[in-house]
């Protein structure tokens, strides 16, 4: 089964600063990840998902994610980010269908003015 | 309103107590998934159907109980809740296996 780490429990990041969600996923001979969000009381909201084609990734709000099957890694990065995007960010990653996808524990994306 | 909605919101049971969380969904999709979410763990999918009348389990299924009877609903009963199964409950949909997953706004379920 895959198996998804997200390094950072919280990034604290000020407002208009580049930030970077660190990801890293179990290798496999075929793998699927995604990003989520969730903002406080609400459910989670697909930003981005990487499913074959180019590395890079382009998702809603700005952020965008880079596959590297060498470093097992699937980063979000934002160049410029605004107090609206404080939320919990969610990595997951799938062998074979959503039946198997499995979420990372989240970082907190913390954005002070 | 079309989308994918829960009941309750919140809930407050006790414990030996049977409870259904409700999940319905406007789209049609074909695929539905219970998950919970809990502090230091992320989501971790408690069943899934693919279908109506099709369910599986999923990583932490023991003390839920799902049906489907018809497309757009897929209800999770716990038969006899234990204060483990306090967390927040969400319930997804999506139209086929890679098609995005669409999340209810979640059930928080406290159980004394």
């Known amino acids: 089964a895959q198996s998804v780490t997200q390094l950072d429990s919280q990034v604290p990041v000020f407002e208009e600063a580049p930030v970077e969600l660190r990801c890293n996923y179990s290798?496999?001979?075929?793998?699927?990840l995604f990003w989520y969000v969730q903002y406080p009381n609400q459910g989670l909201q697909l930003l981005l998902k990487y499913l074959s084609g180019s590395t890079l990734v382009k998702g809603i709000n700005g952020f965008e994610a880079e596959f590297n099957k060498s470093q097992t890694s699937f980063h979000l990065r934002k160049p410029s980010v605004h107090i609206s995007d404080t939320a919990e960010y969610f990595c997951a990653g799938s062998n074979s269908g959503y039946s198997t996808l499995t979420f990372g524990k989240g970082t907190m994306l913390l954005v002070s003015p | 309103d079309a989308g994918i909605t829960q009941s309750p919101r919140y809930k407050i049971t006790e414990t030996g107590r049977q409870v259904t969380l409700m999940c319905h969904q406007t789209w049609s999709h074909s695929y539905m998934f219970w998950y919970r979410q809990d502090l230091g763990h992320g989501l971790r999918l408690i069943y899934y159907?693919?279908?109506?009348?099709?369910?599986d389990k999923g990583e932490v299924p023991d003390g839920y109980v799902v049906s489907r009877s018809k497309t757009e609903n897929f209800p999770l009963t716990l038969e006899s809740a234990t204060r483990s199964q306090t967390s927040v409950y969400f319930c997804?949909?999506?139209?086929?296996?890679?098609?995005?997953?669409?999340f209810g706004p979640g059930t928080r379920l406290t159980v004394l």
């Open positions: 159907s693919a279908a109506a009348d099709i369910t």
């Open positions: 290798s496999s001979v075929s793998v699927y």
């Open positions: 997804a949909s999506s139209g086929s296996s890679w098609e995005i997953m669409f």
